[in-house]
């Protein structure tokens, strides 16, 4: 007979360690599962993380014995309610075993305590944020994710399904190579704003008000899109500082229309290349290893996790056109590094301008990443 299900909260930062490290149990056999860095998860979980100034968070760990065989978050996001006022809380950071009552406890839990909170509607998975790691894979899982993207077992959709969860949204990312061939809309718009749009790298020299005008820009740039909740100004300063270390100023790029700050766009190396064979530690001599591959040797693969237009001048040609330059900007960064792959990620199923435009320079969709509901 098998051990009795227990679900236990991680209320302890022994639980939470316990809790970051549920993955590798699930994990173990899978080829392209990458382990993260302990140490990233730890601060995500900290309760010093900005997140934590609109939101709270509740952990639990599901264990059959004293085996840890799944976990989940359930969190409530004042941000969010404050703008979209739909009785809506979320959960995230899921993991189980394949096993129904696995799955059945874990969200029991997390659904009981949203309506206790007063939510009447559940959504995710979220981890934690919208603006951080989210969607449920349900394709594309014989490769490994990139950096900030999740990794599933095939079986997650079907257990959540299972529970009366439906689709709300699909997430979707891109892969191209970035010596790909102008097409012609690419060279047709940007020469007819040749002389309008100017860009430039990041400054180093005025990095913090350049750090702030990324988040000034994705606040107005995002704000109508699907779920949007704004980055606060700590939780950009967050982004910032490590913005700073990971990324050279080549890689973010700003866009200017007539001298008026319209567009930026974000790409950085593909750090779970980096990490994939540090099984989550960076001591004794993990750093070393990092530092030299970032820095040193470069990753061979990069996301585009940002790229916001502000909504002024999003539509029509001066839209594409923006669009158009950066990703040429960027792609001249990555082509120098000697990058053979580019992941733009993620892309709302039903931002047809912008999937439009990535499949015009030959972009191919990766993976897919699913959202789910549930009334309470």
Not at 204 to 233: C, H, K, Q, Y
Request: charged share 25%.
């Amino acid at each position: 007979m098998s051990s009795q299900l227990t679900i236990l909260p991680a209320d302890t930062p022994k639980a939470r360690l316990e809790f970051i490290k549920v993955p590798w149990n699930i994990y173990r056999d899978d080829p392209a599962w990458i382990p993260p860095l302990l140490l990233d998860k730890k601060m995500q979980l900290d309760p010093g993380n900005p997140y934590f100034e609109h939101a709270k968070v509740r952990y639990w760990i599901a264990r059959r014995g004293s085996v840890p065989v799944g976990r989940i978050s359930a969190q409530i996001d004042r941000l969010h309610l404050e703008r979209h006022r739909d009785d809506c809380g979320f959960f995230g950071m899921l993991e189980a075993d394949d096993n129904p009552e696995t799955f059945t406890a874990l969200f029991n839990t997390a659904e009981t305590w949203l309506r206790q909170q007063g939510m009447k509607r559940i959504r995710g998975p979220f981890s934690l944020s919208i603006n951080q790691e989210c969607g449920l894979l349900v394709d594309g899982f014989s490769t490994s994710p990139y950096f900030m993207m999740g990794h599933a077992r095939p079986y997650y959709a079907e257990r959540i399904s299972k529970l009366a969860y439906h689709k709300e949204k699909d997430l979707l990312a891109y892969l191209v190579e970035p010596w790909f061939k102008s097409p012609r809309a690419m060279t047709v718009a940007t020469r007819r704003m040749a002389g309008r749009i100017t860009t430039r790298r990041l400054n180093r020299a005025r990095i913090d008000e350049d750090l702030a005008l990324i988040g000034e820009i994705f606040n107005d740039a995002w704000s109508e899109n699907w779920g949007f909740v704004p980055m606060t100004g700590t939780e950009i300063a967050q982004m910032g500082k490590e913005l700073k270390f990971l990324v050279p100023p080549r890689g973010i790029v700003f866009a200017e229309v007539d001298g008026e700050s319209a567009a930026m766009i974000v790409g950085l190396p593909n750090l779970n290349e980096i990490i994939s064979d540090l099984n989550g530690r960076l001591l004794p001599d993990g750093w070393l290893k990092f530092l030299w591959r970032l820095k040193i040797r470069y990753p061979q693969s990069a996301r585009v996790p940002l790229m916001g237009i502000r909504k002024k001048f999003q539509h029509g040609s001066t839209g594409a056109a923006l669009a158009f330059t950066l990703i040429d900007q960027v792609r001249l960064h990555f082509t120098r590094k000697g990058v053979q792959e580019v992941e733009q990620s993620w892309i709302l199923e039903d931002n047809l301008p912008m999937r439009k435009i990535l499949e015009a320079i030959g972009s191919r969709i990766s993976k897919r990443y699913r959202i789910y509901g549930k009334e309470l």
